[in-house]
């Protein structure tokens, strides 16, 4: 049962959010991981308008195939564009060049608009691309697709071990701010107030190297001597070529009409 | 107690399992918590170790596994000697650990994983380490729980599964520290019957007096770094009944 990368600030429990099986969950997750970068490297060095157009097209119908819950990707597509909206706007008064319009006086170039424009639809093409094919992949999923296409265990663990531990540690930070709170705590702009989150922050830290020792001593006590387990074997099947030349073929085309 | 002891030896003619001499150990700002101590684990017997908060009990238990290094004093474990890291990833393979928070053991994503993660640490073969897995979920009634995300089970659940962790090595011997902790008296009964149902020999850390009564054959007591034979708390069943009862 695939549950998606989700969370929401400090609780993971929105792993249990299910998603819809789709055509995408076919693919094995290494797959979706090497297609979802080569696809980010093309759109991101490619400037021409036409073709990022059509990266962004591209990643609306893996978004579609994917069958991705039309409000939470729109809440997060739009997350990332408020984001950018400052760099967005200014980009066009800030670039020297031909100048198109005029706003209280200062005149917004031809260049900066398109500079712009490339850049939206650059950054909503990968996102789109990352949240069809890496987002319907549970966390635990991506990590052990990373650990098998030789990601650097230590990069690996330390994501498992944050997908595992981010939720205690943020109960632990939970608690004490209800704590803090249950003393009439009130978040303010003065030095207590600063004073008080400081501790709160320190002491979150010094917990988590607590915890981390004890984790640590757990494993120890289980015959953990610096070897991890990957369980499951992962596969390329024919729907995985398939899609890799299909893939391919339309990265092709985005680098062609590049080169016209 | 010695007289005891010694009756038990003799009825199974064997060294004890666990054999400490004149253990100490002290941090650095608190003082000594173990002072000159000496202890037997014999098999099958059930200790109750008891003792105010902050009296050293989950040291002791940690300097036996090797978590901690002694500052003076002998472990023998399992006939043999025991000083070096080295020497102690057998104990720890042979001693099962149960920690205070089982989301300090169950690290894994998954259940089956973290089952299977000390049986693959020992040498087995996925194949043999997953059986032995499901074997020792299935043993205590936690079939079903193989694909569940560890940190979404609930406390009962999570003790259940860090126990069955611990038991698919086949250790000969449970350290188990405050394993009635936070539990309701559902998951704790059932936890209780388990443990009853467990040939090892075991060393229960616990404030749970009622609980102790039920499992332990024997109890000491650590109180200023000094490891004693104490009385059991009788059963008293009233009594239990009347702490529960809320005024």
Known sequence: ?260 | MNHQENSINEACGLAPLLDIRGLSYRYPRRGPVLDQVDFQLHAGERVALTGPNGAGKTTLLHLLVGLKKAKAGQIRAFGSERSAESDFVEVRARAGFLFQDPDDQLFCPTVLEDVAFGPLNQGKSRAEALDCARQTLASLGLDGFEERITHQLSGGEKRMVSLASVLAMEPEVLLLDEPSNALDTQARQRLLDTLLSLPQAMIIISHDDDFLAQLATRWLRLENAQLNPSEPVCERPLNGLAEKVPA
Not at chain 1, 140 to 153: I, K, N, Y
Request: glycine fraction near 6%; proline fraction near 3%; aromatic fraction near 6%.
């Open chain 1, 1 to 260: 049962m695939p549950q998606g990368l989700e969370h929401s600030g400090t609780s993971w429990k929105g792993q249990q959010l299910k998603h819809r099986q789709s055509a995408v969950d076919r693919l094995d997750p290494r797959a979706r991981v090497v297609a979802v970068s080569a696809f980010a490297l093309v759109v991101v060095l490619s400037s021409d308008l036409m073709a990022l157009s059509l990266a962004l097209a591209g990643s609306l119908l893996l978004a579609l195939v994917a069958r991705l819950n039309l409000k939470r990707t729109l809440r997060r597509v739009i997350a990332m564009d408020l984001f950018m909206l400052f760099l967005i706007l200014m980009l066009p008064f800030t670039t020297p060049g031909e100048p198109i319009f005029h706003v209280a006086g200062l005149p917004a170039s031809q260049e900066g608009l398109v500079h712009a424009l490339q850049i939206t639809l650059k950054a909503n093409a990968v996102v789109l691309a990352l949240l069809a094919l890496v987002g319907t992949q549970t966390a635990t999923t991506l990590g052990h697709a990373l650990a098998h296409l030789r990601v650097p265990d230590k990069l690996v663990h330390l994501m498992l071990f944050t997908v595992r531990y981010l939720e205690v540690i943020g109960q632990e930070y939970k608690r004490m701010r209800r704590a803090m709170q249950a003393r009439a705590f009130v978040l303010r702009a003065n030095r207590h107030s600063w004073r008080s989150i400081g501790y709160l922050i320190g002491m979150l830290l010094v917990h988590s190297l607590e915890r981390s020792e004890r984790i640590m001593d757990a494993m120890k006590c289980r015959g953990y001597q610096g070897r991890f387990y990957l369980f499951d074997d992962m596969r390329l099947t024919a729907v995985d070529v398939r899609f890799g030349v299909l893939l391919a073929l339309f990265l092709s085309l985005l680098i062609g009409l590049h080169l016209l």
